[in-house]
């Protein structure tokens, strides 16, 4: 394990470059493709571009407010001493490993992460499970550090607290140094964006990346099989888009005026709801000059498929 750099009064955005620098733990679950929250295209995006804004939500805020707390709570539960490591780290022989922990355990070649959940994502957390995505992250800091076994402690909001020790697993290690060497050597290094996953995040960063358009027509090749599977999924899909509106239609039959209906398995509800929406055909003929003003103009690429 060699020091990158000290993070010790870094600023962010400072921080946020030097994590550019090769992959960090929290990137590997997305890498692996089993980050739910997060695909390897944004990863991709994230370390190929010079943009340095950080995404950010309530949730995440409210992580890294917590993360004191949490390890405060790890330390009175298993009566071990925590200290921050203050760094980015690299591993010298897979130095597109990065590792930014949040705990080094005292007197132990380990490590903490410390995570929270909100009550809704407990059953991830049940009976000694951990969600893979961050099982991942915590081998990622032991191929980093060389630890011999990492922590990971979680508070589920208002719920409990709870912290299990992972052990290192070497096949795991091997398989996830050969998944980030080839994304960072095959992907990042060359400039080739990564298959997409077929996930609303993937879409997003395909936009992102071709965001204008040129009037040029290339030849298509090499995609017919899968534009007639498309078909085919479109098909499917649409019976069963209809057997499942008509099953909504069956159920609103019989509520009838009632709001709920429910037994042991299920709660269906159907209830009035008010909605106020701006009548934009209204303001532009009687109000164009306001419309005008307020009007805000965006570019997108619209996708279409017809069939010669």
């Given at each position: 394990m060699k020091k990158l750099v000290s993070t010790a009064g870094m600023d962010e955005k400072i921080w946020l470059a030097y994590r550019k620098k090769g992959i960090g733990g929290s990137d590997a679950g997305a890498v692996c493709g089993l980050n739910p929250y997060r695909s390897a295209m944004a990863v991709y995006l994230d370390k190929t571009t010079e943009e340095t804004e950080q995404i950010d939500n309530e949730a995440?805020?409210?992580?890294?407010?917590?993360?004191?707390?949490?390890?405060?709570?790890?330390?009175?539960?298993?009566?071990?001493?925590?200290?921050?490591?203050?760094?980015?780290?690299?591993?010298?022989?897979?130095?597109?490993?990065?590792?930014?922990?949040?705990?080094m355990v005292v007197g132990e070649n380990a490590g903490l992460e410390c995570k929270t959940a909100s009550p809704y994502m407990a059953d991830y957390w049940k009976n000694g499970r951990i969600p893979i995505h961050y099982e991942l992250q915590c081998h990622h800091y032991m191929v980093v550090t060389g630890a011999d076994c990492w922590y990971i402690a979680v508070l589920i909001y208002g719920r409990e607290f709870k912290w299990y020790r992972i052990e290192r697993d070497e096949e795991l290690i091997n398989y996830l140094i050969e998944v980030e060497r080839d994304f960072?050597?095959?992907?990042?290094?060359?400039?080739?964006?990564?298959?997409?996953?077929?996930?609303?995040?993937?879409?997003?960063?395909?936009?992102?990346?071709?965001?204008?358009?040129?009037?040029?027509?290339?030849?298509?090749?090499?995609?017919?099989?899968?534009?007639?599977?498309?078909?085919?999924?479109?098909?499917?899909?649409?019976?069963?888009?209809?057997?499942?509106?008509?099953?909504?239609?069956?159920?609103?039959?019989?509520?009838?005026?009632?709001?709920?209906?429910?037994?042991?398995?299920?709660r269906v509800s159907w209830k009035s709801v008010c909605s106020n929406r701006l009548d934009e055909k209204r303001l532009k003929e009687e109000l164009p000059d306001i419309y005008d003003k307020y009007r805000k103009e965006t570019v997108s690429r619209r996708f279409m498929i017809k069939v010669a």
């Amino acid at each position: 394990m060699k020091k990158l750099v000290s993070t010790a009064g870094m600023d962010e955005k400072i921080w946020l470059a030097y994590r550019k620098k090769g992959i960090g733990g929290s990137d590997a679950g997305a890498v692996c493709g089993l980050n739910p929250y997060r695909s390897a295209m944004a990863v991709y995006l994230d370390k190929t571009t010079e943009e340095t804004e950080q995404i950010d939500n309530e949730a995440m805020r409210q992580g890294r407010a917590f993360e004191d707390y949490v390890a405060r709570r790890f330390m009175e539960a298993s009566g071990k001493k925590v200290r921050r490591a203050n760094a980015i780290f690299y591993n010298e022989q897979y130095p597109f490993m990065l590792a930014d922990v949040d705990r080094m355990v005292v007197g132990e070649n380990a490590g903490l992460e410390c995570k929270t959940a909100s009550p809704y994502m407990a059953d991830y957390w049940k009976n000694g499970r951990i969600p893979i995505h961050y099982e991942l992250q915590c081998h990622h800091y032991m191929v980093v550090t060389g630890a011999d076994c990492w922590y990971i402690a979680v508070l589920i909001y208002g719920r409990e607290f709870k912290w299990y020790r992972i052990e290192r697993d070497e096949e795991l290690i091997n398989y996830l140094i050969e998944v980030e060497r080839d994304f960072w050597e095959n992907h990042v290094q060359k400039k080739v964006l990564p298959n997409p996953d077929g996930s609303k995040i993937a879409g997003s960063v395909i936009a992102q990346y071709y965001r204008q358009s040129v009037l040029e027509s290339i030849p298509l090749i090499g995609f017919d099989e899968k534009l007639q599977r498309r078909q085919e999924l479109l098909g499917i899909i649409e019976r069963m888009d209809t057997e499942k509106k008509q099953i909504e239609q069956e159920l609103k039959l019989y509520l009838g005026e009632a709001e709920f209906a429910e037994n042991e398995h299920y709660r269906v509800s159907w209830k009035s709801v008010c909605s106020n929406r701006l009548d934009e055909k209204r303001l532009k003929e009687e109000l164009p000059d306001i419309y005008d003003k307020y009007r805000k103009e965006t570019v997108s690429r619209r996708f279409m498929i017809k069939v010669a």
